[in-house]
């Protein structure tokens, strides 16, 4: 049993279970993977590598809890998602900006991942950075989608010609009910179709 145990030990090094272990096996698929597919994960790990990059040291993770995705690392990149986009390429662009804008630029010496979410950073970023509130700016509710936007949304179920049809539907605070979650999970099939074909998805934020 004690031999067992010491073994286990050195299997696991540093990380606190397995389950830790098995999450951080993945840090290599961002050096692989497409960044459209990349997960929570995926912008975890590379806002990790990051950190070591520029300061020389490895990013403390914080194991507040026996899953991953349960971490206060993985709730930081949900915040930060509902905040700014879904998109990923967005998401890793606006780590890329705060790493160099805000911790380069200004000598900022962070240690925690929850700077990368201070709202005062991300507005900043959206509204003077984002390309999809620059382009929203130039679109109302009452702008027409592309046909091949509607053709897609259409595919779903819904009947949208308008940005602001799009907006309104996305923008909405749905609940956690059955008939809810098939309307989101049908809103994610075409948000992920939508920018397969070059659509900023965030754009869609930015109809007011």
């Known amino acids: ?37 990349w997960k929570k994960e995926h912008l975890l790990f590379y806002f990790a590598k990051k950190y070591k990059d520029i300061y020389s040291k490895e990013y403390s993770w914080k194991y507040n809890t026996p899953s991953p995705s349960k971490s206060f690392e993985v709730w930081q990149i949900k915040t930060l998602g509902a905040k700014l986009s879904a998109d990923p390429k967005i998401l890793r662009a606006y780590i890329d900006w705060v790493y160099a804008e805000k911790a380069i630029k200004e000598k900022r010496r962070f240690t925690s991942i929850s700077f990368i979410t201070k709202d005062e950073y991300v507005n900043e970023y959206k509204w003077n950075e984002l390309p999809s509130n620059k382009a929203a700016l130039h679109l109302d509710r009452s702008s027409p989608l592309p046909i091949e936007y509607i053709e897609i949304y259409k595919k779903q179920g819904f009947l949208f010609q308008t940005y602001g049809d799009a907006a309104f539907t996305h923008q909405a605070n749905w609940c956690n009910n059955e008939s809810d979650k098939e309307i989101i999970d049908k809103l994610k099939i075409c948000s992920n179709e939508l920018i397969a074909i070059g659509f900023d998805i965030g754009i869609l934020q930015g109809i007011i």
């Open 1 to 37: 049993m004690i031999k067992k145990i010491q073994e286990e030990i050195e299997e696991l090094g540093k990380y606190p279970n397995f389950k830790w272990k098995k999450f951080f096996e993945r840090a290599c698929e961002i050096n692989t993977l497409e960044i459209i597919n």
